[in-house]
């Protein structure tokens, strides 16, 4: 095993301790699909939980989709992204030069890899959802073999949120829902509208 | 008067027990369902050796001595705290007053216990606790709902820590005359709740008509409710032999804390219910999360401690 994957797993292993996270497929099961994973974003661990939490045949073929300025800013952070969880790193400025997002995470998904997305483009640090970006849906659009996968991520917001340095060790659950696609003539918000919905419905009643 | 004489005797009558169970469990399997899944039965078979491993884990641990039975309280607690605390709603301005539950105040309370304070180990969740954990919440100057988000985390902590760990403060107290055998009371104490859970299960399966509270718990019934307490309390009578109770003393002290233990696991119910879950959590299979297994333990324990400090300390 190299040393890349001897990282990985024990990464996966120390996240899932910490959580004791337990996944439920509530419609859909973990199969070798191509998929984009969509969730809610509360903290930077988020895609290490879903990582974590996919079988390991299946964790290999599955790519984070993570912000060039956070995780290139640093040589660890450039060497976790890039070798250990093999992130599809994009620029997330408006005014960027280099290559389309929407194309980098379709060139993965024509290899045959899976992602792991977050639509809300940003660490929510309120309740429920942010509105969510459009690549989740010109993605969508322009792979309509990829299988939408939402998945809600409770309680990892809790366990360390941001600005803190401490983890609290609380039990989080990683709800994976039903697939969707885009329907015939449907417009881009009415689908980002409906994908939204698919991943609250998969929350837990508020309090 | 043997101590480890009598816990092994005791420890041998549960594993007998246990093997009986097991047999008729495999027997029922084979007669019923031998080939396809019975959810009651695969059930009842999760929870024989799910009582197994707790069965030995409790042994193991009083067999270690006094730091074994706190060091496995201090993880009973740490586990259903956690459970508690990740169904119930907090928000970010209590981060902090949850990392003093979850690193200061269950280890200190624990560490008392081994230091044998017990002046501070009775008030410090309580008055201290208390006090402290919602100054830290108001410093997060968050005040949405915030007398109901200090009231959560200072339950979770009476009932996760501050009551449970009355169960290995009994290895404190010092019984005229019963020197060295406290362990024993530990055993008397979660014997009798959790053969009373057992029996509420048996007899609510067997005989169960009348539910006694639908909308709290679907599966509690007065049959199983009436039989069980009795049963166990009639368990808590015939364990008077290692303990410093009369066999009349012991049969009521047992149904003090059965009836506790009922009303422990109803309350920690009608929380489940308005969270809308059915277990706090997977972690004991068969059985759920750590809480619902000792959600009985936690509300008995403090009275039964009392009891016995206040007459026969």
């Not at chain 1, 060497?79 to 290559?99: A, Q, W, Y």
């Not at chain 2, 909308?215 to 509690?220: G, L, R, V």
């Amino acid at each position: 095993m190299s040393v890349d994957r001897l990282i990985a797993a024990s990464l996966c292993g120390f996240a899932k301790l910490l959580t004791g996270v337990r996944a439920l497929w509530l419609g859909s099961e973990p199969l070798a699909r191509t998929r984009v994973y969509f969730a809610n974003h509360r903290s930077h661990g988020d895609f290490v939980l879903i990582w974590a939490s996919l079988p390991p045949a299946l964790r290999q073929r599955t790519r984070p989709v993570a912000g060039a300025d956070y995780w290139l800013t640093s040589p660890l952070r450039r060497f976790l992204i890039n070798r250990v969880f093999r992130g599809v790193t994009i620029d997330r400025r408006p005014e960027r030069h280099g290559p389309n997002p929407v194309e980098q995470m379709g060139a993965a998904l024509q290899a045959g890899d899976s992602l792991i997305l977050f639509p809300e483009g940003t660490r929510n640090l309120g309740e429920g959802l942010l509105p969510f970006k459009s690549g989740l849906y010109h993605l969508a659009c322009a792979h309509p073999e990829a299988e939408l996968v939402p998945v809600w991520i409770e309680n990892l917001g809790r366990v360390m949120p941001k600005g803190s340095v401490i983890p609290v060790p609380l039990l989080c659950t990683l709800t994976f829902g039903p697939p969707l696609s885009p329907l015939q003539g449907e417009n881009r918000a009415d689908f980002l509208a409906r994908a939204r919905d698919a991943l609250l419905a998969l929350a837990p009643p508020p309090d | 008067m043997d101590t480890n004489h009598d816990l092994i005797t005791v420890f041998g009558g549960i594993f007998a027990l246990l093997a009986v169970a097991s047999l008729i469990g495999a027997g029922l399997k084979w007669r019923l369902s031998p080939a396809t899944a019975h959810p009651v039965i695969d059930n009842l078979n999760t929870r024989i050796k799910a009582w197994w491993a707790m069965i030995l884990l409790i042994g193991a641990a009083i067999w270690a001595g006094k730091g074994g039975v706190i060091a496995l309280f201090a993880f009973i607690s740490f586990q259903s705290l956690r459970e508690f605390i990740s169904l119930t709603h907090t928000r970010l301005g209590d981060h902090r007053a949850l990392l003093w539950v979850f690193f200061v105040f269950l280890p200190l309370q624990y560490t008392l216990i081994a230091i044998d304070w017990y002046g501070l180990f009775a008030i410090l969740i309580p008055v201290y606790g208390f006090l402290l954990l919602p100054i830290s919440s108001s410093l997060g100057a968050d005040t949405t709902r915030f007398l109901e988000r200090a009231a959560k985390v200072q339950w979770g902590l009476m009932i996760c820590v501050y009551c449970l760990s009355h169960v290995p403060a009994l290895l404190t107290l010092d019984i005229p005359g019963y020197a060295g055998r406290n362990a024993l009371l530990v055993v008397f104490l979660v014997l009798t709740v959790q053969s009373s859970d057992v029996f509420q299960y048996v007899w609510g399966k067997l005989l169960g008509r009348h539910r006694l509270s639908p909308a709290i718990s679907p599966s509690k019934t007065v049959e199983g409710l009436v039989g069980g307490v009795l049963s166990s309390t009639a368990v808590g009578a015939a364990l008077w032999w290692i303990t410093p109770f009369t066999p009349l003393q012991a049969g009521l002290i047992a149904l003090v804390v059965n009836i506790m233990g009922f009303f422990g696991g109803f309350v920690l119910s009608a929380i489940k219910r308005d969270r809308g879950v059915k277990d706090w959590g997977a972690m004991i299979e068969g059985h759920g999360g750590m809480l619902d297994r000792v959600d009985s333990i936690s509300f008995s324990a403090p009275i039964f401690f009392h009891i016995v400090r206040y007459w026969w300390v």
